[in-house]
């Protein structure tokens, strides 16, 4: 079964600040992982997405992420936070084959501070 | 281009009572997912459907049933209402690998069991 590990449940940093997130990854099949964005009282909007390929994911709003086998993560990182970058972000991982089963982390709410 | 369509937004019931969740697609989308969304929990999933005619069960299917009443619409029932099942209620869709499996949110029921 798979599941998705999200360490730091809030983050907080400066604006203009390297934003990194964490998430940890488990499936017993090679994964489609994800990255969805929140805002408040809105629905998640698709960040970025790895299928097969590059290993090094690039995003909407300057996000990327890498996907790294060997450690089973999938990080996302920003070199320069903005303000407009505040909100709840979530991890995703779904097995391949028929199942499609798309399970979520619990979430890291990014902070932004002038 | 409506996209992930939900109804109603909001609801209030009482305990015991019985409700529909409402959930249509657009996108001619294989799969279905039913997800609540509680502070702290992050997005956990009911059920989700893979196709057209299956239903499968997912992290926390307890007090809950849905139906693929076709391929665009995915339903999900509340027989007897509990006040732990006041939570955001979100459905989405995504197309099955290997196409683009990135999930379609919709915009949420925001839902109050007293």
């Known amino acids: 079964a798979q599941s998705v590990t999200q360490l730091g449940s809030h983050v907080s940093v400066s604006e203009g600040a390297l934003v990194l997130l964490r998430c940890n990854y488990s499936?017993?099949?090679?994964?489609?992982l994800f990255w969805y964005v929140q805002y408040p009282n809105q629905g998640l909007q698709l960040l970025l997405k790895?299928?097969?390929?590059?290993?090094l994911v690039k995003g909407i709003n300057g996000f990327e992420a890498e996907f790294k086998k060997s450690e089973t993560s999938f990080h996302l990182t920003k070199p320069s936070a903005h303000m407009s970058d505040a909100a709840e972000y979530f991890c995703a991982v779904m097995a391949g084959g028929a199942t499609n089963k798309l399970i979520f982390g619990t979430g890291t709410l990014l902070a932004v501070q002038p | 281009n409506a996209g992930v369509t939900q109804t109603p937004k909001f609801q209030v019931l009482k305990t015991g009572q019985s409700m529909t969740l409402q959930c249509a697609q657009d996108m001619n989308h294989n799969s279905m997912y039913w997800y609540r969304q509680d502070p702290g929990m992050g997005l956990r999933l009911i059920y989700y459907s893979a196709s057209e005619g299956t239903t499968d069960k997912g992290e926390v299917p307890n007090g809950y049933n849905v139906s693929r009443l076709n391929k665009r619409e995915f339903s999900l029932r509340l027989e007897s209402a509990a006040p732990s099942q006041t939570s955001v209620y979100f459905c989405?869709?995504?197309?099955?690998?290997?196409?683009?499996?990135?999930?379609?949110f919709g915009q949420g029921t925001r839902l109050t069991v007293v």
């Open positions: 790895y299928t097969t390929g590059a290993t």
């Open positions: 989405a869709s995504s197309e099955a690998p290997p196409g683009y499996p990135e999930a379609f």
């Open positions: 499936s017993s099949v090679p994964p489609y």
